[in-house]
């Protein structure tokens, strides 16, 4: 255990000294600067209810703040299981891999600042987590959007999503029947 745990150190030290930035297919430079406030064309968005459908595959719903619209993002197990144990702020008694890279980050003397759904692409949904380093810059990690909300639940970062792929990919909560507006922490629902 020893050995991986100092293979993650080395996995997240080298990421934040060398991060390569994000490219996005629509010819972007890059994902949008680190703002006080969700990037230009990006909405903030939280995580309505995670679930599992009868074929077992599970589902994380991000919704809009006004909880109208969600985009459905399907995970595997391991970040289903991370994406409910942070939803009800609770922790493994042993570390779970979310848990080991957040505070890989922070012993660093790193924190993440935020995470970006980004877009969809080959059936394939890409997103984004910005990190700042012990100097003040930042570093942005290609990422699966599931290891980036599962990153967010623990962190308590703010979770963006493009507004253009929430138009184009999201559905209407009031289509899943019984979501409706959450009264829980981070919009946390059971459908």
Known sequence: MKLVA???VIMVAFALSSCKRHAF???DAGPPPVIAAAPVG????????????????????????AETIALPIFIGGTEATT???????????????????SETVHELGGRAVQVQVDELIADTYHGTIVLERADGTFATLDARPSDCIALSLGEKV???????????????????????????????TSL
Do not use: F, M, N
Not at 44 to 56: D, I
Not at 83 to 100: A, E, F, M, Q
């Open 6 to 8: 100092k293979l993650g």
């Open 25 to 27: 297919a629509h010819g």
């Open 42 to 65: 990006y909405v903030e968005g939280h995580v309505l209810t995670r679930t599992a459908p009868a074929g077992g595959t599970s589902v994380v719903l991000v919704a809009d703040a």
């Open 83 to 101: 994406i409910d144990v942070r939803l009800r702020g609770d922790r493994y008694v042993r570390p779970l891999t979310h848990d080991i890279l």
């Open 158 to 188: 703010p979770i963006y999503v493009r507004k253009k792929l929430l138009d184009d990919e999201g559905v209407a909560v009031s289509s899943l029947g019984g979501g409706g507006p959450s009264s829980h922490g981070h919009g946390a």
